[in-house]
């Protein structure tokens, strides 16, 4: 694999513990990649998160939108996001980064991070707005401006815009799986792990389309139904961290150990929680015929392989949870305006657009479907390097 145009450990003064920057490539001379906080984060995998950047974001290219590409980057900070320090710790390291997210780094939430948090400790850094590397991109940077900052004031049911978004993506693409076999929603059972930003809208969509949620994992376990659990009601009950209160449990839920869901009686199964989850002696344990990557990178190499090998599909991360970063960029640079059903169609529609081919060439040539989207974004990037250039 080619190496990263830039890859820095940085290490905190007061408590020493260290945050990561890679940047896999610049397009345009910018780079798009959230930011995480988990305790135990490393510099390899922020750089294999940065590198799926860069294939997110060439699989949203179309000459036709306004919305260019970006290159692909990442940060991360290990610290459990729970702690006292977390958010001072936050604060210094977007300090520390400042040069390149004035430069070349546009970031956002990620695992461990809300965007309020990051915006928040952002203004105390001293910077503009984490994206703000892109604005002398834009054509009417203003207006642009206004655009994004009245999107994420649009709520749906009391849930902002940009919480909801992600989901709608991860379940398009697992709506999108089943359409293509022909299995009706109706009786489609799920199971998932995590049930924050992107887990809970992605439960709560695929509720809404006809499926049926049977096991949810949080931090304190899992809780099952095999009748199917109460999503709305779970997710009125839960943290800002996706924790839910058990309290909220009806009769008929059971609580179970945290890894229980891997092996749920259900068809899909969507890690929308943490990296490297699911290993090559884990995977013996689950019977869903789809995995969809909400989280990144929760399927092991080894474990992707042996579970094709049995018949499962394993719909990845580059492709499945693309959708909230496209959407920023589709909204900052005018493809859509600051409005929910405009966005959710415009993001269903893309979803549809890149499941459908990644599964067709999948097909074609006898491969996975990670390995097929990741040809297809290797076949954009020279196109958009002779558009746009980049620097690897």
């Known amino acids: 694999m080619a190496t990263p145009l830039l890859s820095l450990t940085w290490t905190d003064h007061l408590t020493g513990r260290q945050g990561f920057l890679v940047v896999d490539r610049l397009v ?20 294999g998160l940065a590198r799926g950047m860069t294939v997110k974001e060439a699989l949203h290219y179309d000459p036709a939108s306004r919305y260019v590409p970006l290159g692909g980057a990442k940060g991360g ?3 459990d996001p729970r702690d006292p320090g977390a958010y001072p710790l936050l604060v210094r390291y977007l300090r520390a980064m400042r040069p390149y997210i004035e430069g070349c780094w546009t970031t956002g939430e990620d695992l461990g991070l809300t965007q309020d948090l990051v915006d928040r400790a952002a203004a105390e850094a001293g910077l503009v707005s984490s994206i703000q590397a892109v604005y002398p991109l834009l054509d ?60 809970g809208a992605t439960a709560r969509f695929l509720t809404r389309a006809g499926l049926t949620v049977v096991a949810v994992a949080d931090l304190k376990g899992t809780i099952a139904n095999r009748a199917g659990l109460d999503v709305e009601a779970l997710l009125a009950a839960r943290d800002a961290h996706g924790t839910v209160d058990r309290s909220a449990l009806r009769p008929g839920d059971r609580e179970l150990p945290g890894d229980a869901w891997l092996s749920a009686d259900a068809e899909v199964l969507v890690p929308a929680a943490v990296s490297y989850v699911i290993d090559a ?8 015929r789809w995995i969809v990557e909400a989280a990144n990178m929760p399927v092991r190499p080894e474990a992707e392989l042996l579970l094709s090998a049995r018949g499962v599909s394993v719909l990845p991360d580059v492709v499945v949870n693309s959708g909230t970063n496209a959407w920023w960029w589709w909204t900052l640079f005018g493809d859509i305006g600051a409005d929910a059903e405009e966005a959710f169609a415009y993001t269903r529609r893309s979803m549809r657009v ?29 196109v958009i390097a002779e558009r746009f250039g980049w620097f690897r």
């Open 281 to 288: 002696a884990n995977q013996e344990r689950i019977t869903a």
């Open 140 to 199: 009417d940077e203003a207006e642009a401006r206004r655009r994004l900052l009245d999107a994420f004031a649009v709520e749906v049911d009391g849930i902002g815009l940009d919480e909801l978004v992600g989901g709608c993506g991860v379940a398009e693409a697992a709506l999108a799986a089943l359409d293509r076999d022909g299995v009706p929603y109706a009786g489609t059972r799920v199971a998932l792990q995590g049930l924050g930003t992107m887990g």
């Open 77 to 79: 900070i290990d610290c």
């Open 28 to 47: 345009r001379g910018v780079a798009s990649g959230g930011l995480r906080m988990r305790a135990g984060c490393t510099l390899d995998e922020v750089t």
């Open 354 to 382: 890149l499941v459908e081919r990644m599964l067709d060439r999948a097909r074609a040539e006898g491969t996975t479907p990670r390995a097929a989207a990741h040809a297809i974004a290797a076949d954009r990037l020279p």
